[in-house]
């Protein structure tokens, strides 16, 4: 673990904003905040693969690849070099398991066992000027909103003012409908010295069109040649209504009798919309994402389109690994949009 005190060493962080990220996967979001003109001068990510990725992409990145609970233990300046309050950006979004005792206020030390907790030990060890905190849009109503409220109480136990917002990686420049929350924090010395603004949406939408073609080949899956052979009679943009109802019914069995509209069935993309919310795995019968001109999942390139990575960032592990990775990304884009706005803040 000492490689971290000796990579942050050779910088100085007076030269460019500087940042670390936890829980960084694949790298969609330091890659969008590298774009936008930080200096990441380490990333924690526990998984192997992911951590493989980050290094094989980014020999010069600083990837430490260890329990994040083995790291915030640790005094963290000494460790990154760094003086406290010095940092400018710590970003990253937990998992967030639920908080127990509803209505109760918990103490830090109460979610010790959660990763969250880590995330909280790096702000108030670190004190970074800002930080990036992004998550599903479920958190907002995670275990009736206790989630989400518990979180926003320890971020202000840790001296930030906060604003958050749901932003639609649509809206900025990916091929992709997908929601995400992110929080952007300022401590609270620096708040009357701080601005930061979410960015604003961009005037074009690109749809599947604009990313699937000459996409290089890559690794995928297929579908059975029953699933297959279904798929031939949806048309683009369709799903399960589309097809004959005797057809549909045997391939959806019990889901037939199901309530709602069940249009995640034997879904079929069109070039003309943007992608679903990409997923971790390729084909999952309620939640299928068929290519819009072949009978097929989409490849873990196609999918790597659909969430901004360059052709050129590859995935390491197995095939089912590499759609996991994908899939758990953050939009490079709209890390990028994000992290932008922060720069312009810091730069102030």
């Not at 992911?50 to 915030?72: E, F, G, H, Q, Y």
């Not at 420049?173 to 609270?188: F, T």
């Not at 005037?203 to 599947?208: A, D, I, N």
């Amino acid at each position: 673990m000492e490689v971290a005190k000796k990579y942050c060493e050779k910088i100085n962080p007076l030269k460019l904003p500087t940042a670390i990220e936890l829980f960084a996967g694949a790298g969609g979001l330091a890659l969008g905040i590298e774009q936008a003109g930080f200096n990441t001068i380490a990333l924690i990510e526990f998984n192997k693969d992911a951590a493989n990725t980050l290094k094989m992409n980014r020999p010069k990145w600083n990837v430490l690849c260890d329990d994040i609970a083995n790291i915030s233990s640790k005094n963290l300046c000494e460790f990154f070099n760094l003086d406290a309050g010095e940092l400018d950006l710590l970003s990253g979004g937990a998992p967030c398991q639920s908080f127990s005792y509803a209505g109760k206020r918990l103490g830090l030390e109460d979610t010790r066992g959660m990763l969250f907790y880590h995330y909280a030990i790096f702000l108030k060890k670190l004190q970074p000027k800002t930080f990036l905190f992004e998550n599903v849009r479920g958190l907002l109503t995670h275990n009736n909103g206790i989630t989400y409220n518990t979180i926003i109480h320890f971020f202000e136990d840790m001296g930030y003012t906060m604003q958050s917002k749901v932003l639609n990686a649509w809206d900025y420049g990916v091929a992709q409908k997908r929601e995400r929350l992110i929080i952007i924090g300022i401590r609270n010395d620096l708040k009357n010295k701080i601005k930061i603004n979410y960015p604003k949406p961009h005037s074009y939408k690109p749809v599947l069109r604009d990313v699937l073609i000459d996409v290089p080949h890559s690794n995928g899956t297929k579908y059975s040649e029953h699933k297959r052979k279904i798929f031939d009679l949806v048309p683009p943009g369709g799903y399960w209504r589309d097809i004959p109802e005797d057809i549909a019914k045997e391939y959806m069995k019990s889901c037939w009798n199901m309530g709602g509209g069940r249009t995640g069935i034997l879904r079929r993309l069109s070039l003309d919309e943007p992608s679903l919310a990409v997923l971790t795995s390729p084909s999952q019968k309620q939640t299928d994402r068929c290519h819009p001109l072949e009978s097929r999942p989409f490849t873990v390139r196609e999918n790597a389109r659909c969430q901004g990575f360059p052709d050129d960032w590859e995935f390491s592990g197995s095939v089912g690994s590499q759609y996991k990775q994908v899939g758990n990304a953050v939009p490079v884009n709209l890390g990028f949009e994000v992290a932008r706005e922060i720069y312009k803040g810091l730069k102030l």
